[in-house]
Antibody, heavy 122, light 107 residues
Framework: EVQVVESGGGLVKPGGSLRLSCAASGFTFSSNSMNWVRQAPGKGLEWVSS????????YYADSVKGRFTISRDSAKSSMYLQMNSLRAEDTAVYYCARGFVVAPGKYYFDYWGQGTLVTVSS | DIQMTQSPSSLSASVGDRVTITCRAS??????LAWYQQKAGKVPKLLIY???TLQSGVPSRFSGSGSGTDFTLTISSLQPEDVATYYCQKYNSAPFTFGPGTKVDIQ
């Protein structure tokens, strides 16, 4: 059974840092892209970042570029999101989602985790 | 960047009604369009990819169509369990932008 499980959320002060993790199981990790999507309270879905199956290609939303860093570790079947210089507007549930690769750079998100809440507040 | 819009932002319909949601891309994205359903307090669920291909396990009352810039999600006979917010998403290239969502209720 395909599973992706997020961890690492919590309360952090503005300007602080947090590292999210996503543990994957039930599929060949190296065959799929991995992605982060967030949802602020009462708001819609916002794509945050994606990393290709090889880790070679990385993409960020403009809203997080220069502050967030995505990475993956195939040996641990895990993906990470290092979040620095956090702002109040980064407060959201962060979802990890597996990307089904249709073609290079083209993937839809077929399995989602339960999400982890990040709250940025003083 | 390509912008995604959806209409309407919300709708209320009766059980058994045919419901149509529209998604529009500001530039052509071929058929690289997915639809997701998110019920209140739950995780988003993939419904349709490739604009019209139903994900495994999704009821056949859901269908998708379109290509280029204009897409539709149709529920042929609305059921109580279909109450949710529906999002479209482009995946032809990054950024993989979502539409703002359409909230569907039962009247």
């Amino acid at each position: 059974e395909v599973q992706v499980v997020e961890s690492g959320g919590g309360l952090v002060k503005p300007g602080g840092s947090l590292r999210l993790s996503c543990a994957a199981s039930g599929f060949t990790f190296s065959s799929n892209s991995m992605n982060w999507v967030r949802q602020a309270p009462g708001k819609g879905l916002e794509w945050v970042s994606s990393i290709s199956s090889s880790g070679k290609y990385i993409y960020y939303a403009d809203s997080v570029k220069g502050r967030f860093t995505i990475s993956r570790d195939s040996a641990k079947s895990s993906m990470y999101l290092q979040m620095n210089s956090l702002r109040a507007e980064d407060t959201a549930v962060y979802y990890c989602a597996r990307g089904f690769v249709v073609a290079p750079g083209k993937y839809y998100f077929d399995y989602w985790g339960q999400g982890t809440l990040v709250t940025v507040s003083s | 960047d390509i912008q995604m819009t959806q209409s309407p932002s919300s709708l209320s319909a009766s059980v058994g009604d045919r419901v149509t949601i529209t998604c529009r891309a500001s530039q052509g994205i071929s058929n690289y369009l997915a639809w997701y359903q998110q019920k209140a307090g739950k995780v988003p669920k993939l419904l349709i990819y490739g604009a019209s291909t139903l994900q495994s396990g999704v009821p056949s009352r859901f269908s998708g169509s379109g290509s280029g810039t204009d897409f539709t999600l149709t529920i042929s006979s609305l059921q109580p369990e279909d109450v949710a917010t529906y999002y479209c998403q482009k995946y032809n290239s990054a950024p993989f932008t979502f539409g703002p969502g359409t909230k569907v209720d039962i009247q």
